[in-house]
């Protein structure tokens, strides 16, 4: 079964059991960066049915209307070069790097990084202003290993279906090598967030400035307990 198939019917299926089927339509679009208007037109209805059903205003789509939301979704990623597909793909492959990857998950829903940095503790270090973004996922990395082992082809896997997620780094020195890492990789996370140390080296907050990504110093105590916070708050 490829990646297609199997993300096809990931999504399908986190709609139909979704808390809030409307909250996760809004995710997936926005997912796979689709304006309202195009999926709209794709689906042979109007822009206010997909706003309806986005808002709640509409009850849950049937099956049908799902299969269909998910199809025209698929079809546009792989209009535009099957990016969101590979990230799954990456996302599958995830598994041969659980000695840099501490845990990665997706959000059922996005959260504002705002909401993130509560629930890890945190203080914002750069970038505060733009805490207000939403944030879809997140990787916690061993930091010393995801720098010298990672090869660049598997520091791109840690980002799952897209960059618009929190890059946690823990075991951190001083917070210099993350940010050199990131600034050469092409793909730029949502959200930065350190954990294990008190000040950040000030080339690390110069790289994130220029790079436009806010950053975060968790104050929890504890890898597990960062992880632990983090699933206690999965929506």
Same mark, same amino acid.
């Given at each position: 079964?490829?990646?297609?198939?199997?993300?096809?019917?990931?999504?399908?299926?986190?709609?139909?059991?979704?808390?809030?089927?409307?909250?996760?339509?809004?995710?997936?679009?926005?997912?796979?960066?689709?304006s309202?208007?195009?999926?709209?037109s794709?689906?042979?209805v109007?822009?206010?049915v997909i706003?309806?059903?986005e808002?709640?205003?509409?009850?849950?789509?049937?099956?049908?209307?799902v299969?269909?939301?998910?199809?025209?979704?698929?079809?546009?990623d792989?209009s535009?070069?099957?990016?969101?597909?590979?990230g799954?793909?990456?996302?599958?492959?995830?598994?041969?790097?659980?000695?840099?990857?501490?845990d990665?998950?997706?959000?059922?829903?996005?959260i504002s990084a705002e909401?993130?940095?509560?629930?890890?503790?945190g203080?914002?270090?750069?970038?505060?202003?733009?805490?207000?973004?939403? =944030?879809?996922?997140?990787?916690?990395?061993?930091? &010393?290993?995801?720098?010298?082992?990672?090869?660049? @082809? $598997?520091? #791109?896997?840690?980002?799952?279906?897209?960059?618009?997620r929190?890059?946690i780094?823990?075991?951190?020195?001083?917070?210099?090598?993350?940010?050199?890492?990131i600034?050469?990789?092409?793909?730029k996370?949502?959200?930065?967030?350190?954990?294990?140390?008190?000040?950040?080296?000030?080339?690390? =907050?110069?790289i994130?400035?220029?790079?436009?990504i &806010?950053?975060?110093?968790?104050?929890?105590?504890? @890898? $597990?307990? #960062?992880?632990?916070?983090?699933r206690?708050?999965?929506?």
């Open positions: 079964m490829d990646a297609r198939h199997i993300l096809s019917i990931r999504m399908a299926g986190e709609i139909v059991i979704s808390a809030s089927p409307a909250k996760t339509i809004k995710k997936w679009r926005n997912v796979f960066g689709v309202q208007g195009d999926l709209a794709r689906l042979g109007s822009p206010s706003s309806d059903y808002s709640g205003r509409r009850k849950s789509p049937g099956s049908e209307l299969r269909k939301f998910v199809a025209a979704l698929i079809d546009v792989v535009r070069g099957s990016q969101i597909v590979r799954y793909e990456r996302l599958l492959d995830g598994g041969a790097m659980t000695g840099a990857v501490i990665m998950r997706e959000f059922a829903f996005p909401e993130v940095c509560n629930i890890v503790e203080t914002p270090i750069a970038n505060e202003s733009l805490l207000k973004k939403d =944030i879809y996922g997140y990787t916690a990395l061993d930091s &010393p290993r995801a720098i010298l082992e990672l090869s660049s @082809d $598997e520091f #791109l896997r840690i980002y799952g279906l897209t960059s618009e929190a890059l780094f823990t075991r951190v020195s001083c917070g210099r090598s993350p940010f050199v890492a600034r050469v990789s092409p793909i996370p949502g959200l930065v967030i350190l954990h294990g140390l008190k000040e950040v080296d000030p080339l690390g =907050i110069m994130a400035e220029k790079e436009k &806010p950053v975060i110093l968790s104050g929890i105590e504890g @890898d $597990e307990a #960062l992880i632990k916070a983090l206690n708050n999965m929506n």
